[in-house]
């Protein structure tokens, strides 16, 4: 089945460490989103790629990186300069062809710092 | 710029009808969607509806969307427990960056 798997669930990072989160899609889906979810909060984009070897700022960059070596893969790199980075991770990929912009989601990431 | 705005609490008895609101404010997106999100997990599409409609029937499901006041709204027929979650009201454009831009979600509690 066709889907999308985020890695680990659950992911704790020590202060002024730098952690990756993982993406991965066997949708054939050229784009790719990263989402941060806060608590009574809806989800803010983070980062996309809309193609390999491309990416770009989402509304909350400063913090983070991403690459797209790969069309299946987009991992995320929380960095030390991300001052809060406790939030509930989400990826999405989205076909960039066809009628329909349906984005598929996976499960999640939860950081915490500890 | 784009912004989409929901309640934030709905409590309805079990069998009712619930019925969540949301408002948009880009009057060029292209795609209306409801996600439900259950604890601890990622996002279940519901249903979608395309900016030229303004009914879509799914099963217990009934989108409503009014383009001129910019209103987007979820039915769910005979609510069940298990339809407690928050829901999500997203909205995006086919052109550039394609990303949904979400509300803050509605938390929906059944009573049985």
């Known amino acids: 089945d066709g889907g999308i798997t985020q890695s680990p669930k659950y992911l704790f990072r020590k202060e002024g460490q730098n952690v990756t989160l993982s993406c991965e899609q066997n949708l054939n889906h050229d784009a790719m989103y990263w989402y941060r979810q806060d608590p009574g909060q809806g989800l803010r984009l983070i980062y996309y790629?809309?193609?390999?070897?491309?990416?770009q700022k989402g509304d909350i960059a400063e913090g983070y990186s991403v690459s797209r070596e790969k069309k299946e893969s987009f991992p995320l790199t929380v960095t030390s300069a991300q001052k809060n980075p406790t939030a509930f991770y989400l990826c999405a990929s989205i076909p960039m062809g066809g009628v329909r912009t349906e984005a598929f989601f996976g499960q999640g990431t939860r950081l915490t710092v500890v | 710029g784009e912004d989409v705005e929901q309640s934030l609490f709905l409590s309805v008895r079990e069998g009712d009808s619930s019925v969540i609101n949301c408002t948009y404010t880009d009057s060029s997106s292209t795609y209306l969607y409801w996600y439900k999100q259950e604890p601890g997990a990622g996002l279940q599409l519901l249903t979608y509806?395309?900016?030229?409609?303004d009914m879509k029937q799914d099963q217990r499901l009934t989108v409503l969307l009014n383009k001129k006041d910019k209103h987007l709204s979820l039915r769910i027929a005979d609510t069940q427990t298990g339809d407690s979650a928050i829901y999500f009201c997203?909205?995006?454009?086919?052109?550039?960056?394609?990303?949904?831009?979400f509300g803050s979600g509605t938390r929906l509690q059944v009573q049985p």
């Open positions: 997203a909205e995006s454009k086919d052109t550039g960056r394609r990303a949904l831009t």
């Open positions: 509806i395309f900016s030229n409609m």
């Open positions: 790629s809309q193609i390999v070897n491309d990416f």
